[in-house]
T-cell receptor
Framework: GENVEQHPSTLSVQEGDSAVIKCTYS??????FPWYKQELGKRPQLIID?????GEKKDQRIAVTLNKTAKHFSLHITETQPEDSAVYFC?????????FGQGTILTVHP | DAMVIQNPRYQVTQFGKPVTLSCSQT?????MYWYQQKSSQAPKLLFH???????NEADTPDNFQSRRPNTSFCFLDIRSPGLGDAAMYLC?????????????FGPGTRLTVL
């Protein structure tokens, strides 16, 4: 079945630094890769996504890169702020279903 | 505003007492999903509907059932809740048939089993 590995499980950075979270997947049929941010007790919120025919996408301080050959994709957050602190989940979509990575707890220290 | 609504937001039930969680959407999306999210874990798909077609995940326990009486509503029934079923239950919707479309999540229902 589908499997998504996400690393690191926890990430602590100083405000203003960059944060990088990496995911690998196994299903060659995966064609869509969203990233969700989830604050404590709240719903997952989509922050950026990328389709399989694109290698990189950027939205202000957030960027995602995809390497389909190697089956990995990464989230990059630049100029981190304390409000970026949350749990981040990568996911891959195949046949209309999402499989999530295990999550990364990001803490941004002021 | 178009949205995904879940009721109740918090549900407390007793061990073995059936409980029903509800989800409604004003997005007119034809795909609806139910996820279980336990503390410090990722959401795990239980089942989904494509219109009225029900799709169960292979590892979803028989204790979990679902109903979708119309496009707007979807229910999660837990027939005999156990302590291990305490979790956040998230409903999500997706429009059209394309795989690229975003899933929209409801606020979730936090289930406590006493």
């Amino acid at each position: 079945g589908e499997n998504v590995e996400q690393h690191p499980s926890t990430l602590s950075v100083q405000e203003g630094d960059s944060a990088v979270i990496k995911c690998t997947y196994s299903d060659s049929a995966s064609n869509y890769f969203p990233w969700y941010k989830q604050e404590l007790g709240k719903r997952p919120q989509l922050i950026i996504d990328i389709r399989s025919n694109v290698g990189e996408k950027k939205d202000q301080r957030i960027a995602v890169t995809l390497n389909k050959t190697a089956k990995h994709f990464s989230l990059h957050i630049t100029e981190t702020q304390p409000e970026d602190s949350a749990v981040y989940f990568c996911a891959e979509n195949s046949y209309g279903k999402l499989t999530f990575g295990q999550g990364t707890i990001l803490t941004v220290h002021p | 505003d178009a949205m995904v609504i879940q009721n109740p937001r918090y549900q407390v039930t007793q061990f073995g007492k059936p409980v029903t969680l509800s989800c409604s959407q004003t997005l007119n999306h034809n795909v609806m999903y139910w996820y279980q999210q336990k503390s410090s874990q990722a959401p795990k798909l239980l089942f989904h509907y494509y219109d009225k077609d029900f799709n169960n995940e292979a590892d979803t326990p028989d204790n979990f059932q679902s109903r979708r009486p119309n496009t707007s509503f979807c229910f999660l029934d837990i027939r005999s809740p156990g302590l291990g079923d305490a979790a956040m239950y998230l409903c999500a919707t997706k429009g059209a048939s394309g795989s690229y479309n975003e899933q929209f999540f409801g606020p979730g229902t936090r289930l406590t089993v006493l």
